[in-house]
């Protein structure tokens, strides 16, 4: 074989192996840029780019960061989806920024049959719900039946429908609040009260005419209920 025959098969097999190496590619993962088969090297990031983390659990007293960096739970640990570092560089001051519990049922009292009473906390507003009863009315007992929780400021018109501490943490008002209960026809029954922090974080019903003895109250509208809260996002359900 004539030397420029070698050369010619050893120039093939040369070409043979570069085409099989793979092609350079880039990869950009956050802001680490990398090559397939090579180095990489982070990137820097100007002042007022956005950070965001991705983690399980809540991070308040486990992540540290600096204001503004938001987090994401995978988990949506207790509905809490997203967080953003509110204050502080350490590891406390996050805040939920999207987070939803659910409705969630409270042990209620003095209720009729199978009536119900939800929560919800929706970022940082609180909403409840009544109802269990035929076209979704909410009943009570009659004054001294099983379960009727009279309060005493009037034991005859007023009764406990959450118990003393009954709003779970999390949810709870920073002032007391009072709005209307209606019949289904629309007219006013009383009134429902909810203590805030300085009273007992509990909810009443307040009628008008003394509670009857002889009958339960089983077509109760309730007047909408729903405010701010400036609690912690709870760590804990109902």
Same mark, same amino acid.
């Given at each position: 074989?004539?030397?420029?025959?070698?050369?010619?098969?050893?120039?093939? $097999?040369?070409?043979?192996?570069? =085409?099989?190496?793979?092609?350079?590619?880039?990869?950009?993962?956050?802001?680490?840029?990398?090559? +397939?088969? &090579? #180095? #990489? +090297?982070?990137? !820097? /990031?100007?002042?007022?780019?956005?950070?965001?983390?991705?983690?399980?659990?809540?991070?308040?007293?486990?992540?540290?960061?600096?204001?503004?960096?938001?987090?994401?739970?995978?988990?949506?640990? =207790?509905?809490? /989806?997203?967080?953003?570092?509110?204050? &502080? #560089?350490?590891?406390?001051?996050?805040?939920?920024?999207?987070?939803?519990?659910?409705?969630?049922?409270?042990?209620?009292?003095?209720?009729?049959?199978?009536?119900?009473?939800?929560?919800? $906390?929706? @970022?940082?507003?609180?909403?409840?719900?009544?109802?269990?009863? %035929?076209? &979704?009315?909410?009943?009570?007992?009659?004054?001294?039946? %099983?379960?009727?929780?009279?309060?005493?400021?009037?034991?005859?018109? @007023?009764?406990?429908?959450?118990? =003393?501490?009954?709003?779970?943490?999390?949810?709870?008002?920073?002032?007391?609040?009072?709005?209307?209960?209606?019949?289904?026809?629309?007219?006013?029954?009383?009134?429902?009260?909810?203590?805030?922090? =300085?009273?007992?974080?509990? /909810?009443?019903? %307040?009628?008008? #005419? !003394?509670? !009857?003895?002889? %009958?339960?109250?089983?077509?109760?509208?309730? &007047?909408?209920?729903?405010?701010?809260?400036?609690?912690?996002?709870?760590?804990? /359900? !109902?």
């Amino acid at each position: 074989m004539s030397n420029l025959e070698e050369f010619a098969q050893a120039v093939g $097999r040369d070409v043979k192996v570069l =085409n099989q190496k793979p092609s350079p590619q880039l990869t950009l993962t956050g802001n680490t840029l990398g090559i +397939v088969g &090579g #180095n #990489n +090297v982070t990137l !820097p /990031l100007p002042d007022n780019v956005g950070h965001e983390i991705r983690g399980t659990g809540s991070p308040e007293g486990r992540i540290i960061a600096e204001i503004g960096t938001t987090y994401v739970d995978v988990n949506a640990t =207790n509905g809490a /989806l997203k967080w953003i570092k509110w204050s &502080g #560089n350490g590891n406390t001051g996050w805040k939920v920024l999207i987070g939803d519990t659910g409705w969630k049922t409270l042990k209620s009292i003095s209720k009729l049959g199978s009536s119900f009473v939800k929560i919800r $906390r929706v @970022n940082n507003l609180v909403l409840y719900q009544f109802g269990g009863l %035929q076209w &979704g009315w909410f009943g009570i007992v009659r004054r001294g039946g %099983q379960g009727y929780f009279e309060q005493a400021s009037d034991i005859e018109r @007023n009764c406990k429908i959450i118990y =003393n501490d009954g709003i779970p943490s999390g949810f709870r008002s920073s002032s007391s609040l009072i709005g209307n209960i209606y019949k289904d026809n629309g007219t006013v029954y009383g009134t429902w009260y909810l203590g805030g922090y =300085n009273d007992s974080n509990y /909810l009443r019903f %307040q009628f008008l #005419n !003394p509670v !009857p003895t002889d %009958q339960d109250i089983g077509d109760i509208r309730v &007047g909408t209920i729903s405010y701010l809260t400036d609690e912690p996002w709870p760590t804990t /359900l !109902p």
